[in-house]
């Protein structure tokens, strides 16, 4: 997403993790929760924001596509695996 704060773009990339879901809307979030909850289990989960300021008319994709694989690449696995994917 590309955020428009009156001439200053900021490019959004952001992901959540609820469990072991990956929901895509704040129903789905809720749903997510409700059906860990109705197992027995209070769900963990994070959200995952990582922007950059960008100039009118180029886009910063692939430098925030670049930063989220070596993140992941400097991520130990447990860190990776439990708390990102």
Do not use: C, H
């Amino acid at each position: 997403m590309v955020a428009d704060r009156g001439g200053l773009f900021e490019r959004v990339i952001y992901w959540v993790r609820v469990g072991d879901q990956f929901p895509k809307s704040w129903i789905d979030q809720r749903l997510a929760m409700a059906a860990a909850n109705l197992k027995g289990t209070i769900p963990d989960g994070v959200l995952v924001r990582i922007s950059t300021l960008e100039e009118p008319g180029s886009s910063t994709s692939s430098d925030i596509k670049a930063f989220i694989d070596a993140f992941l690449r400097a991520s130990p696995p447990g860190f990776r695996d439990a708390v990102l994917l």
